[in-house]
């Protein structure tokens, strides 16, 4: 097996500043700690990227899975034939991903082709 990227998309990168400065309101280092965390959690994809459960299961009609990090959701894709993982956003349990008019099923779509032009794929390695 090839080494296996990690890469975020700019959705799951703006959801882990608003986790950040969610904490950041109550203590700065608690929440460089808990990104830290999660971050490693995410890492573990590396090692392990079918460790997540996969979105069908949970009633999401989407080619991607769901990796359960403390009180959040990482929703993420495994692109096995390019040894890629893209980390495509970051929710919070009470984000309600279920309902048919749930704008999470839009903005989960919109990763599909993003039109985001900044340039913010982060990525942070292989395994």
């Known amino acids: 097996m090839n080494p296996v990227e990690l890469e975020y998309t700019c959705k799951a990168e703006d959801d882990l500043d608003s986790i950040f400065f969610y904490i950041a309101q109550n203590s700065i280092p608690n ?31 989407r080619d991607c899975r769901i990796l359960v990090c ?3 959701l990482v929703f993420y894709q495994f692109d096995e034939a390019n040894d890629k993982i893209k980390i495509l956003r ?3 349990f009470g984000y309600n991903v279920g309902q048919p008019t749930s ?9 599909r082709n993003p039109g985001d032009d900044r340039n913010c794929w982060m990525k942070t390695g292989r395994s």
């Open 103 to 111: 704008s999470f099923r839009a903005e989960l779509a919109e990763t």
């Open 90 to 92: 970051i929710l919070g």
């Open 70 to 72: 403390d009180n959040y």
């Open 31 to 61: 929440a460089l700690r808990y990104l830290d965390k999660m971050r490693s959690t995410i890492e573990n994809l590396l090692v392990t990227p079918y460790m997540g459960v996969d979105c069908r299961t949970k009633g999401i009609d």
